[in-house]
């Protein structure tokens, strides 16, 4: 239960993050076009990518990249929860349910 009430919480408060007050600093953000856009930030621990990229993959590769759904812009990845993570990055404390925010703060 108390789990629960931390993830509302930490959404409640990454939900007033804004990109612009958001400090992106040496993070890499890329777009590609496709049905949906494929977005990834690349910070030089890891990666926080869209649903199009495999953590199976990541995991082969030994990759630390966690995964969040349902986003159109680099914005809307702080806000939404963490779905899937990589055994890299676990092993820098990604967690699922974090936010973005909170997973790009552990792969900057």
Not at 26 to 39: H, V, Y
Not at 49 to 72: F, L, P, Q
Request: hydrophobic fraction near 50%; aromatic fraction near 4%.
């Amino acid at each position: 239960m108390m789990k629960v009430i931390g993830v509302a919480v930490s959404l409640f408060i990454a939900g007033n993050v804004h990109a612009e007050s958001f400090d992106w600093g040496a993070l890499k953000l890329s777009r590609i076009e496709l049905q949906l856009p494929l977005l990834t930030v690349q910070g030089e621990n890891g990666l926080l990518a869209c649903g199009y990229v495999d953590v199976d993959t990541c995991n082969k590769t030994g990759e630390a990249c966690a995964i969040v759904s349902g986003v159109r812009t680099h914005d809307d990845m702080l806000v939404k929860p963490v779905l899937a993570v990589s055994n890299a990055a676990r092993l820098l404390g990604v967690e699922l349910g974090m936010t973005g925010t909170q997973a790009l703060e552990l792969l900057r």
